[in-house]
Each structure stands twice: as structure tokens, then as C-alpha cells.
């Protein structure tokens, strides 16, 4: 015996089969054990899979694709002998080669160009099963070359065997996505499949390829209209019925009158029909796309509130679909079930209760979302853990639409913000975080009851032990600090955001209340040391926006502290005293200092901000406070120029910025953004100097007046450099370095070139971009006095930048429908040249119609979805045309035709649209 | 269409993974992954019908338990959910009458009938056979060829390997 076919006859005789191996996969225990087992398996089928005797390697490849499809074991190191083995003889090896071509080919692969030969000459087989594996490979792993190539083998078996034309139908869809063109060959035989009564299934398998084709681009298939109608009616067949219906759904969409004329025989269908199924898909298409006819839509809901009343889960989660589906054009079909809906919001399914919540949320509107919200709340406190978050974040979801459309009372809202906040299983806190800091920006009435609602939130130290709910926290002391001013007692606050919980916060969250202390800090020690005149000019900008401007709701609280600060200060003695300022000074001073060597940066350089200042005002305050009948001197202390200043950068309002704000500054001319950087390194180095140099060079412009507070400012380790500092830094930077700016047009003042992007004071500004974002920031101009029942809320990129999703139709949707206009029209032009003129003179115009579609159709489509209504009625008027021109004529004839002739249908598409 | 077919165990097993479009198997065993995670923290006794995103927003999952398996179809918004629950029970009842109260070893130890099975009733994601006897009479025929090489033995070349068995 040679060398050769020794081991091959070992390997054939002693081979294991697939039984064996599977028995041995189940004899090891999964992990270790068994993934050994596997791996000695594939050495062994790397051995046998090379063999010369085809039983052996197809064997072997059965193994191998055991392993893949259900172990994950790649093979695409096999991919030559499966496709050897498609060429065995036999049928067993055929099969096996196949089935591992098919669960495990990819697209790619090189090896494909083998299988073309084989698959062609299998598609021409005579034995029936032989063509089906064929087919059923060629539908999963078509390629565009395949689809080319094999086009005509497949044209052929259109006409076929029911048994195999089923199957070429099925496999068309992935032909004619992969290559296009193939519609030109076959899509005639396709439509002649449609009248294929004799066999359902053939007629199955031909509805299903068109309602897969007409989902993507229903318009094409208009012109087909009379054969679906005709199954439509004639049919007794569910899957062909529902596929039928599927495909009507997309056409009346487009057609009106269509839509008038099926209506009818869809809810003959809906009445009749045993199947659920089948009436459950004619309830959808009612409500998706047949809305406009009252009686249809009040059968379909009546047929829903039985599904909904249904013991069958299944039938009562389609149901609360279905109502899903009306809702957006007839709500009072929710309304008419409200209380199934509110009722399946405590069911054991969880799917129900998605569907369930999804309806309450269809039915909210700006009357019904504080008592909706309120049941919800309940419900969200009964629920687990999960659907209570999505209780939650479909309420946050809903409310914050469309920049809080439905919110009129914005006091309700922040409150109901800070309930879900105490909610125990409460997961959603970057959502309330985000919702509550944007309120804060865009709704000026709110702030007071914001930040009382971030006080109460803020002085339970429960909350604190809740890392869910830690970002809710970090937004409650960003709004504390941020609008300190319309605090009652800001001594309070200070005392809250400094308890010694708070090291349970996260890094991140812990700085930004140590940031709020320092806006408290200084907001305090403003109100003390600079009663009058600070106060006024500090805020100049906030009253210059709003004159007159009086909190309706808490006008009270606004009494007590800014108005009275702003105003006498009389009030503010009481809350201002001496004693408190120094015991909070004190305070935070005891708090932070620990902090001050975190190992935190940012929280380590925070707490070194707000020591600063509070030593120095301690000092000073402290000094005084012997001497009582200084307090006039107050206003020449370091530390109250210092909290002017602060004050300053501080009491500049945030606003929302716009998305697109980056997008709208334009890009300067001669600005090359891709340009090499490398020498910015040379740069770099001396960068340290010019900052060293400056410092002494500036400080005098900063300060001028006072040498003595000049030098003791530039003593103390100053972390804020005031913006006006910071500008001359940049302003020497530029001097030396003039070749890396920008050529600024205007040499007045650096800063203006480079404004925020959405400064409150930037109207004076000339660039033109951003004085439009900034007009649409401020639509403020608040008549004085005026009683709104809504608050105004800043709104940007309304309606005009918003990312607009636009379904865009596939290129090879594109091109398939293409191909399926040209056999459409082509063929008719065929068929009428033999026709009467009077008739072609009816065809012409419809083709005339089509055209007109095809054309008009890509910038209308895009736009369809916002003035739909417009479209239709553009459409309608289209239509009225054609009936004029070609009307009564070709129905009377179309009568006389007595509908048998469907060739004839299909041609004057019009007359039966009519 | 249908995007995939696939049985899985209470435990998580696959038993039977078809994809209708091409998935790398680490993609599929990812999604089974997935799938079997969200199955079976499915009470007793809910609805079979599962929102899943495995393919995008569009696609649905139904799935139905029979003893110790779970079968499950993902499909787009062209099939009837209904209609898809009627296909496993058609596809189950074919498996039954195949080999006679279908149990979990069954499907098991028949991979590639099972393949072949299931390829009579649905090709290319289109449904092409809702009735399980001519399901059945396909596969005895099928059969009856695997068994009988003979039977479609038409090139001469093919002596040579049969004799070398």
C-alpha cells in the first residue's frame, strides 16, 4: 500500500462521526475540558478534511460546520472543500458542501468566483433538490457577481416547477439588491407569478418579494395596483392576504384614491376574518395609512379594544400597539381606552407595560401633564427598579420635548424634578442633572424655586449616601451657587454644600461644590462689605436686561435678600451680620483646609480658591472687628476690591448655546486649519519666559490707582486672573509671535475678535453671525409688568439647524426601482403599440405622470415628512388632471373589459385609480 | 423578511443558528448572547413577542418556548407577528412529525436535518412552505436520495471516487 492512502484509510475507517463528536462535545464539561476536546477535534478534522475520499472530507467538513454555526469555530480556512465537495456527485456530499457554504461564506472571500460554474450548473439540474440547494446558497450568499452570471439560469426557472419557482422567487429579492439590472431580465415573469392562482404558495413567495420591494420604494409599484387589488379581493389565503395588505399600506400612502377604493374589501377582510392575525394586520394598515376614513378607523378600534380585552397576552400587547399607531391621528381612540391603558401599566408583562406607558405619554398635553405625571409618580414608586427608571425617563423624555413645550409651570416642573430625584430606585440623575442646570439657563422665572427646591435636595444628608443620585446633587449646588442671590439664607446653603458627607461624593462632583461654596463665599462677603453701590453695579447687567423685572411667585423671598441688598439694606443687616460672616469664614475655612492637599487637581485647586479668599477676608474682617465704627472703610479693603472684582466675572449670566454655534463662525480668511504645527515647539519654550515677563509688565495697567493694594494683590498668590490680565498676556503673546494669529481686523481690542460664543452682551458686536445667534439668545425684552402665564424660555436653533433626519432611499433601492419603471412602462409601451391610439394617448400620460414623479420626487421627498398634507393635496390636483384629460372613457371600456383582462388593467393604471 | 432563525436551550445553548444575511459567527454568538439575556429574565406566562434592536430599529423577535428550547425568529416590519408564531408552530410540528415527539436530543444530534428542515420552509428570509406535510414528504425525498448516491450518479468520473470507498 503506498505512503499516501495508508493514513486515508486509517482516517476513513477509524474516523469519528459527527454523532461522535457531538457525544464527546456532551461528555466534557464545558470550559477547559471541553474546549480541548474541541481543538484536538479540529486537528483531526484539519487531517481527515484533506483526503482524497470524498466521504471522509465531507465528513469531516459536516464536523466543521457543526463547529462553526453552533461553537463559533472559524472556517474560512475550509472554503476550498466545501466547495469542492458542491461539485461531489453525490447528493449527501452536495448537501454538506452547500450547507458549510452557506452558514459560514462571507462575501469577500475569493474563493466564491469558484462556485459560480457549480451553482450554475446545479440551477440547471434536473433533479429538483439539487436546484433548491442551489438556490438556497445563492440566497445567502449572493454577490453581485453571482447575481450577474446566474441572472438567466434563474430567469429560466421562474416558469418552473412550483416547487423550485417558489424558491427563485424567494431567491430574487437578494438577486435584484445585489445587481440591480437583473429587474430589466426577470421582473416580467415576477408579475406574470402574480396570477398564479393554482399554486398559494408560488403566489405567497411573489406577494412577499413585492411588499419586500415596495417597503423600500413604494412608488414604483403603483402601476401594479389592479393585481393586488385583485388578490386583495379574490384571495383566501392569510400570508397572502397580509403581505398584500402590507404592500397596499405603502401604495396609499402615495395614492388618495387608491386608498378610497381598497378601503372597503380591507375592512370586509377586518369583519370576516377568523385569524387574528390577518385582522390585526388590517387594523394597522387602517391606522397607519388609511386613517382618513372615519368608519375604518372606528371598526379597527373597535377591533383593538377586543384585542385589548383579550385573555391572550399576545393579542392584548398588539392591541396596545395598534392603539399606538392611532394615536398620533385619533387620539380619542386612547382616551377611549384610557383606563385598559392605565390599567396595563401594573401588568406582569413587561412589555405591556412599555406599551402601556409609551400610550399614557401619546396622551399628554400641556392641560393633562401635571395630573398624568402625578399618577405616574405613584406608579414609578410601585414599580421594579427597571420599569420605574423607564417610568422616569419617558416623563423627563416627554417633558423636555421640543425645549419644555408642554411645561407651562416651570415652578411644578423643578419640583417634580426634585420628587424623581428622592425616588429610591431613581437611575436617571445625568437627566435630571442636565434638565435642571438647563432650566436654570434658559427660564429666568424659575431660579428662585430652583434653587430652593437645590436646597432641599442640598441639606438632606441621606441624599448623599445614593451614588444614583450624586449627579442630581452636583446640578442642586451648581444652581445654588450659580443663582446664590435669590437664596434666603445663604448661610445655609454654605453649611449644606460644606457637611462632612459630602466626602462621599466622587472627585468630579465634590469640586463642583467646592466651586458653589465659592460663589456663596463671595456672594456673602459682597452683600456684607459692599451694601449699596457694589450690588448695583455688579448686577448692572442682569437689571439692564430686565427693567422692572418682578418675581411674580416669590416675590417674597426676592425681598429678603436681592432686592433689599440691591435697595437699602436694611433687611440685609439682619442676615449679613458680622458674627455670621465671621462664623461662616471660619466655617469654611475649618472645612476645607484638609482638602487643600487632596490629591485631586481640581478639587485640590478649588479649595486653594476659596481658602485664599476667605483667609484674606478673615484677616481683614476679623481686624476690624474690634473697631465697629470703621465700617465705612469696608469698601477700601483689599478683599472687597477683590470681591468686586470677582463679583464681576461672576454675576455674568450663562445661557444655552446653540448647537450649530461653533459651525457659524466662519472660518478667517487665509486660515489654513490642516497646517503643520512642528513649530510651535521652539514656541513652547518660551512661553514660561513672556509669562514671567509680562506678569510685572501688566499688573500697573490692571490696577493703576492704588500702588499699595497693587503690590499686595501681586503678593498673594492670585489664581483668578482677571480678564483683563489675561487679554495683555495674550495681547504681548501676539506681539512676539504675531505669525501664528489670526490678522485681526479691528486693532482695538483683542478680546472682541474672539467673542463667547454666547455672550449676553454681545450685541454691539459686528460679526454678523453671531449678532443673529445672540438676537435669537435674546428674545428677553420683557414688557415691564407684564403678567405671562408662561415663562419665556431662551430657545435656539429653533426649527432651522436641527439635525433633520432624512429617510434616504438606498442607490440600489434607487436603481431596482428604476429598472422596475423602465419594464413597467417599457413593456406597455410594447403592448399598446398594437393598441388603438385613443389608448396610448391614456398610457402616455401616465407615463408623463411618472416622470413628473421621479423628478419632482427628491427634493419633495425630503421635505415630505414636515408638509406632508401639502403633498398630498400637490398630488390630488396632479390626479384631477389626468381624470380630466383622460377620464370616462377608458372606465367604460374597462367595465366592458369586465375586468378578466388583466393585461389590460395593468395599462390604464389611471382608469382604476379613478 | 426574516434576518434569523435560532434555537437556543435554557441554558443558553445554541442548537440551531440560522442568519438570512451574513453575520460574522462572533456577531452571532454575541447576539445569542444577547437574546438568551433577555429570554430569560422573562417571566412564565408573558407575551412572545420581544422589541429588539439586534438589527436595527425596525426588527421584531418572536419567540416561543417548547419544553426545554426556546425558538426564536427575528424579523423587519414585513412579516405579521402572528403570522410568524403560526410559521414556528407549522416548523415545530414538521420536527415532530420528523422524528416522532421532537425533544431537545433530537435537534441535537440531527444538525444537518434539521438544516434541511427548516430550508424547505424558509429561503432567503421569505417564507416557501407553510404546509409541514409537503415539508415532510420533501425530506423523505430528500432522504431517500442521501441514502441511495446512486440515484443522481451521472458523470463517469464519479466511478472512480465511489470505488474508493
Known amino acids: 500500500m503506498s505512503g499516501g492512502g495508508g493514513p486515508s484509510l486509517m482516517d476513513s475507517l477509524f474516523q469519528r462521526t459527527l454523532d461522535d463528536l457531538i457525544k464527546g462535545i456532551r461528555l466534557h464539561l464545558p470550559g477547559a475540558a471541553q474546549s480541548s476536546f474541541i481543538s484536538k477535534s479540529l486537528d483531526e478534522i484539519r487531517r481527515e478534511i484533506k483526503s482524497t475520499d470524498s466521504q471522509t472530507k465531507a465528513t469531516a467538513l459536516q464536523k466543521l460546520t457543526y463547529l462553526h454555526s453552533l461553537h463559533g469555530i472559524d472556517m474560512s480556512w475550509a472554503a476550498f472543500h466545501a466547495v469542492e465537495l458542491t461539485s461531489s456527485p453525490s447528493f449527501l456530499h452536495k448537501k454538506t458542501g452547500y450547507l458549510a457554504a452557506s452558514l459560514s461564506f462571507r462575501p469577500s472571500m475569493d474563493v466564491l468566483l469558484l462556485l459560480t460554474n457549480q451553482l450554475r450548473k446545479d440551477l440547471s439540474s434536473t433533479n429538483q433538490h439539487e436546484v433548491s440547494l442551489a438556490l438556497e446558497c445563492l440566497s445567502v450568499i449572493c454577490t453581485p457577481d453571482f447575481a450577474r452570471d446566474l441572472t438567466p439560469d434563474i430567469f429560466t426557472l421562474l416558469s418552473g416547477k412550483n416547487f423550485i419557482r417558489k424558491k427563485a422567487i424567494a431567491c430574487l429579492l437578494m438577486v435584484f439588491s445585489q445587481y440591480p439590472d437583473a429587474v430589466r431580465v426577470c421582473f416580467k415573469r415576477l408579475v406574470d407569478n402574480l396570477e398564479s392562482a393554482d399554486n398559494a404558495q408560488t403566489l405567497a413567495a411573489t406577494v412577499g418579494v413585492f411588499c419586500e420591494l415596495a417597503s423600500k420604494e413604494p412608488r414604483s409599484y403603483l402601476p401594479l395596483a389592479p393585481e393586488f387589488y385583485r388578490i386583495l379581493v379574490d384571495s383566501r389565503n392569510n400570508w397572502v392576504l397580509i403581505k398584500v395588505l402590507k404592500i397596499f399600506a405603502h401604495l396609499a400612502k402615495l395614492e388618495p384614491r387608491l386608498a378610497k377604493k381598497v378601503v372597503e374589501p380591507i375592512c370586509d377582510h377586518m369583519k370576516r376574518s377568523e385569524a387574528k392575525s390577518l385582522v390585526f394586520e388590517c387594523v394597522r394598515a387602517i391606522v397607519s395609512s388609511f386613517y382618513e376614513f372615519e368608519f375604518a378607523v372606528k371598526l379597527a378600534v373597535a377591533k383593538i379594544r377586543e384585542f385589548l380585552l383579550d385573555s391572550d397576552l399576545n393579542l392584548r400587547y398588539l392591541g396596545l400597539q395598534g392603539l399606538l399607531l392611532v394615536a398620533p391621528n385619533h387620539l380619542w381612540a386612547v382616551l377611549e381606552n384610557k383606563e385598559v391603558v392605565i390599567k396595563s401599566l401594573s401588568d406582569v408583562d413587561r412589555n405591556i407595560k412599555l406599551e402601556a406607558l409609551r400610550l399614557v405619554m401619546s396622551m399628554v398635553s400641556d392641560d393633562n401633564v401635571v395630573e398624568i405625571c402625578r399618577v405616574l409618580i405613584g406608579y414609578a414608586l410601585k414599580s421594579d427598579p427597571e420599569f420605574c427608571n423607564e417610568i422616569l425617563r419617558s416623563m423627563l423624555s416627554t417633558c423636555s420635548r421640543n425645549v419644555y413645550e408642554i411645561v407651562i409651570d416651570f415652578d411644578w416642573y423643578v419640583s417634580l424634578l426634585a420628587e424623581m430625584a428622592r425616588i429610591p430606585h431613581c437611575q436617571n440623575g445625568e437627566e435630571i442633572e442636565f434638565q435642571l442646570i438647563d432650566i436654570g439657563m434658559r427660564v429666568k422665572d424659575v431660579r428662585p424655586e430652583l434653587v430652593r427646591a437645590g436646597r432641599d435636595l442640598l441639606i438632606d444628608p441621606a441624599l448623599l449616601g445614593n451614588p444614583f443620585i450624586h449627579r442630581i446633587l452636583s446640578a442642586a449646588a451648581w444652581v445654588s451657587g450659580e443663582y446664590v442671590k435669590f437664596s434666603r439664607n445663604p448661610f445655609e446653603i454654605m453649611e449644606a454644600l460644606l457637611q462632612p458627607r459630602t466626602n462621599l461624593l466622587p472627585p468630579s462632583i465634590r469640586s463642583v461644590y467646592i466651586h458653589s461654596t465659592f460663589k456663596v463665599l463671595s456672594f456673602c462677603l459682597h452683600s456684607f462689605l459692599l451694601p449699596g453701590k457694589g450690588v448695583n453695579s455688579s448686577r448692572s447687567n442682569f437689571v439692564d436686561i430686565e427693567p422692572g423685572f418682578t418675581y411674580s411667585e416669590s416675590e417674597q423671598e426676592f425681598t429678603e435678600t436681592d432686592h433689599a441688598t440691591s435697595s437699602s439694606g436694611f433687611n440685609k443687616r439682619d442676615t449679613f451680620t458680622q458674627e455670621a460672616v465671621v462664623n461662616m469664614l471660619t466655617l469654611v475655612i475649618t472645612s476645607l483646609t484638609p482638602l487643600a492637599e487632596s490629591h485631586d487637581v481640581e478639587i485640590q485647586e478649588r479649595v486653594r480658591n476659596v481658602l485664599g479668599l476667605a483667609q484674606l477676608a478673615q484677616q481683614e474682617i476679623s481686624c476690624n472687628h474690634d473697631q465697629k465704627e470703621k465700617m465705612v472703610d469696608k469698601v477700601d479693603l483689599k478683599t472687597s476690591i477683590i470681591i468686586r472684582l470677582i463679583n464681576d466675572a461672576l454675576s455674568e449670566d450663562f445661557g444655552p448655546v446653540s448647537l450649530s454655534a461653533q459651525e457659524r463662525v466662519p472660518v478667517p480668511n487665509g486660515l489654513v486649519l490642516e497646517e503643520n504645527l512642528s513649530k510651535l515647539d521652539s514656541i513652547c519654550a518660551d512661553v514660561q519666559l513672556s509669562i514671567s515677563e509680562s506678569f510685572s509688565l501688566v499688573k500697573p495697567i490692571l490696577l493703576p490707582t492704588d500702588g499699595d493694594s497693587v503690590s499686595n494683590q501681586q503678593n498673594e498668590e492670585d489664581s483668578e486672573t482677571s480678564p483683563a490680565e489675561s487679554m495683555s498676556l495674550l495681547a504681548e503673546h501676539r506681539k512676539r509671535h504675531g505669525l501664528f494669529y489670526l490678522p485681526s481686523d479691528h486693532n482695538k481690542n483683542a478680546s472682541s475678535s474672539f467673542p463667547p460664543a454666547n455672550d449676553p452682551n454681545q450685541r454691539d458686536n459686528d460679526v454678523e453671525d453671531l449678532v443673529k445667534l445672540t438676537d435669537e439668545s435674546l428674545v428677553l425684552k420683557r414688557k415691564p409688568g407684564s403678567n405671562r402665564p408662561r415663562p419665556v424660555v431662551v430657545k435656539l436653533d429653533e426649527g432651522e439647524r436641527l439635525p433633520i433626519t432624512v429617510k434616504k432611499t438606498d442607490e440600489n433601492d434607487d436603481l431596482i426601482s428604476g429598472a422596475v419603471r423602465d419594464v413597467l412602462l417599457g413593456n406597455e409601451a410594447s403592448l399598446h403599440s398594437s393598441n388603438p391610439s385613443g389608448r396610448r394617448k391614456g398610457e402616455s400620460h401616465s407615463k408623463d405622470k411618472v416622470e413628473n414623479f421621479e423628478t419632482g420626487n427628491s427634493s419633495k421627498r425630503r421635505s415630505k415628512h414636515r408638509n406632508h398634507g401639502k403633498y398630498v393635496e400637490d398630488k390630488e390636483e396632479n390626479s384631477e388632471k389626468s381624470k380630466k384629460k383622460s377620464g370616462g372613457r377608458h372606465k367604460a371600456r374597462r367595465r366592458a373589459d369586465g375586468g378578466i383582462d388583466v393585461a389590460v388593467q395593468k395599462q390604464v393604471i389611471p382608469d382604476f385609480l379613478l | ?165
Not at chain 2, 408552530?89 to 427548516?118: M, R, S, W, Y
Request: with cysteine.
Open chain 2, 1 to 165: 423578511m426574516i434576518r434569523a432563525v435560532i434555537v437556543i436551550n435554557d441554558q443558553g445553548k445554541p442548537r440551531l443558528v440560522k442568519f438570512y444575511d451574513y453575520q460574522p459567527v462572533e456577531k452571532q454568538q454575541e447576539i445569542i448572547r444577547n437574546i438568551y439575556g433577555v429570554l430569560c429574565s422573562r417571566a412564565e406566562n408573558v407575551s412572545n413577542f420581544v422589541q429588539d434592536s439586534t438589527f436595527g430599529p425596525d426588527t421584531r423577535l418572536v419567540y416561543k418556548t417548547f419544553a426545554t428550547l426556546y425558538f426564536i425568529v427575528i424579523f423587519d416590519d414585513s412579516e405579521n407577528e402572528l403570522a410568524i408564531l403560526d410559521l414556528m408552530q407549522v416548523f415545530v410540528e414538521t420536527l415532530d412529525k420528523c422524528f416522532g415527539n421532537v425533544c431537545e436530543l433530537d435537534i441535537v444530534f440531527n444538525f444537518n436535518k434539521v438544516h434541511t428542515i427548516l430550508d424547505e420552509i424558509i429561503l432567503g428570509g421569505q417564507v416557501v412552505e407553510m404546509s409541514s406535510s409537503e415539508v415532510v414528504k420533501a425530506l423523505d425525498d430528500i432522504t431517500r436520495l442521501e441514502k441511495n448516491p446512486n440515484s443522481i450518479v451521472r458523470v463517469p468520473k464519479s466511478i472512480s471516487g465511489w470505488q474508493g470507498r
